[in-house]
């Protein structure tokens, strides 16, 4: 378990959504910092009452509103990307002073603030997470060694230096990046996988899935998450996801007439190239 506790300053945390993300926030912060007090927000009632029993959270509300949020607390939104801008606004207007979130697209939330929220909002994305939804599968070294980035816009030093801070502590490494450059990033090393992983799911019959094997299974693992959660995430980052897809088409298009051809030695340094740079991973 990695710590950086000289890092940590937070008294108080708000996690706006206690899901798998949220929930491994609260697991981390509450195992290596149990005496920060640890807020969960959310709509379930139900839901918040067991993550408080399995010991993810201190306390909970259903509401943002001042009266929740401690003074000095940093609040992390951990919703789909079309609710994060609408939170970081209630969370703005309660008060709070300082706003991150965990959301993997970044421009179009910035777009969705006004002046006022954009003042106390630095985007994070921490990348790191799995097919499986719900604070059940909360893992408290989720962040441990994992990519960070980190997208100030005309942020004040210190609060970007608690934002970086904060997530070092958990465990992360942290990178600094604009929201758009984070956006056309994310769109090929994660957005255009879960496409690409969806597809090649599609693309087999139910009938023929007892003749699928573990090459199958790798590379379509993550087309098992939450249709939900992944249509906000490309929607929200369209641009630079037809971007990525066209890529993918002119490589595929490669492949493509290297078979038809029967061309071996293009269709090998193809393999080769693709290969390599999984070796290098």
């Known amino acids: 378990m990695q710590t950086e506790s000289h890092n940590f300053t937070e008294q108080s945390i708000v996690i706006v959504g206690v899901g798998l993300i949220g929930g491994s926030i609260a697991a981390a912060v509450r195992q290596r910092f149990p ?8 709509r379930n009632q139900d839901r918040l009452k067991l993550a408080t029993e399995r010991g993810l959270l201190t306390e909970w509300s259903d509401q943002i509103s001042a009266a929740t949020i401690p003074d000095g607390s940093l609040a992390i ?7 994060i801008a609408g939170a970081v606004r209630q969370l703005v207007d309660a008060d709070c002073k300082l706003v991150t979130d965990a959301g993997s697209v970044k421009a179009c939330v910035y777009e969705a603030l006004d002046d006022a ?6 985007g994070s994305h921490p990348i790191a997470g799995s097919e499986h939804t719900g604070f059940e599968n909360a893992d408290a070294d989720l962040f441990v060694n994992r990519m ?3 997208t100030p ?4 030093t210190s609060n970007t230096e608690r934002i970086v801070g904060f997530w070092k502590s958990i465990g992360s490494t942290v990178q600094q990046m604009s929201p758009d450059a984070h956006d056309r990033v994310l769109a090929l090393t ?3 996988p879960h496409i690409v992983a969806a597809v090649m799911s599609g693309c087999v019959a139910a009938e023929l899935l007892p003749f699928t094997g573990t090459g199958f ?10 249709a939900n959660l992944w249509t906000s995430i490309l929607l929200g980052n369209a641009t630079h996801c037809v971007a990525s897809i066209d890529a993918a088409e002119s490589l595929l298009q490669k492949f493509r007439e290297a078979i038809t051809t029967g061309n071996a030695a293009t269709l090998e340094s193809l ?6 740079r999984r070796r290098t991973l």
């Not at 299974?217 to 939450?226: E, K, N, Q």
């Open 153 to 156: 816009v005309n942020a004040a």
């Open 217 to 226: 299974r790798d590379t379509t693992r993550i087309a098992a998450g939450s």
């Open 117 to 122: 929220s954009r003042g106390r909002f630095i």
């Open 190 to 192: 994660s957005h255009l």
């Open 77 to 83: 939104v951990c919703l789909p990307v079309g609710q």
């Open 35 to 42: 005496e920060c007090h640890v807020i969960g927000i959310g």
């Open 271 to 276: 393999l080769e190239m693709s290969a390599q």
């Open 148 to 150: 960070c980035v980190v």
